[in-house]
């Protein structure tokens, strides 16, 4: 099956300054791939879409400026939390599929990424 | 705008239960409901994809079914087991994203 990593897996870092997470497709080319935050006890909220390419499409309420996103290739997005602070402690994941073919769109996700801002 | 809703948000049985796990959503032009499973502090695990197309689909003990429709899914639990506890999530596919629900947080007791 269709495999996505991320790295790192876990992140500590002081407030006001910025993390760089990674999300890659390893084996298929992902024309879409999607960030996500989870926040304790509570479900995944879609961040941003992001196509490569092209700039990344954001959900209402999230910061683009705070969160920028970079889909430089098929198989690599990055998220960068800048100038994070505590309140951006979090689980963040990614995904990434195909595109639309006959209408699936399985998405397939990373493992996650889990920052904590001190 | 799509919402998903899943019931009951928790949920503690014995072991060898048979289970149901409900998954709700609002807006009935979907391409596919996938379900997840989740353990605490970790990511996310597909259990079972259902195209909009399909009514059902089972692996080993588990079984999900979609009534577009009537905007529901459920998943079925077989012979539930410890190592079965998690969280579980509904997601439901459309144009191009996901829409999550909130999950059901399952226990199952040895």
């Known amino acids: 099956g269709a495999v996505v990593s991320q790295h790192p897996s876990w992140v500590i870092c002081k407030s006001g300054t910025s993390v760089k997470i990674e999300c890659r497709s390893l084996?298929?080319?992902?024309?879409?791939m999607f960030w996500y935050r989870q926040f304790p006890k509570q479900s995944l909220m879609l961040m941003a879409t992001?196509?490569?390419?092209?700039?990344?499409?954001?959900e209402q309420g999230v910061e683009k400026d705070k969160f920028l996103i970079n889909h430089a290739s098929l198989t690599l997005s990055t998220l960068t939390v800048t100038s994070a602070h505590p309140e951006d402690s979090s689980f963040y994941i990614c995904?990434?599929?195909?595109?639309?073919?006959?209408?699936?769109?399985?998405?397939?996700f990373g493992p996650g990424t889990r920052l904590t801002v001190l | 705008k799509q919402e998903v809703t899943q019931i009951p948000a928790a949920l503690s049985v014995p072991e060898g239960e048979n289970l149901v796990l409900n998954c709700s959503f609002t807006?009935?032009?979907?391409?596919?409901l996938q379900w997840f499973r989740q353990d605490p502090g970790k990511g996310l695990t597909s259990l079972l994809l259902?195209?909009?197309?399909?009514r059902e689909q089972t692996s080993g003990r588990l079984n999900a079914s979609l009534d577009k429709s009537s905007g529901r899914s459920t998943l079925y639990i077989a012979a539930s087991q410890p190592g079965d506890s998690a969280t579980y999530l509904c997601?439901?596919?459309?144009?191009?994203?996901?829409?999550f629900g909130t999950g059901t947080r399952l226990k199952v007791l040895a």
């Open positions: 084996d298929f080319q992902a024309t879409t």
């Open positions: 995904s990434a599929n195909y595109g639309l073919v006959g209408g699936e769109n399985e998405q397939f």
């Open positions: 997601a439901v596919g459309g144009t191009y994203k996901y829409i």
């Open positions: 992001s196509n490569e390419g092209s700039k990344a499409t954001y």
């Open positions: 807006d009935s032009a979907i391409y596919n």
């Open positions: 259902i195209q909009s197309s399909q």
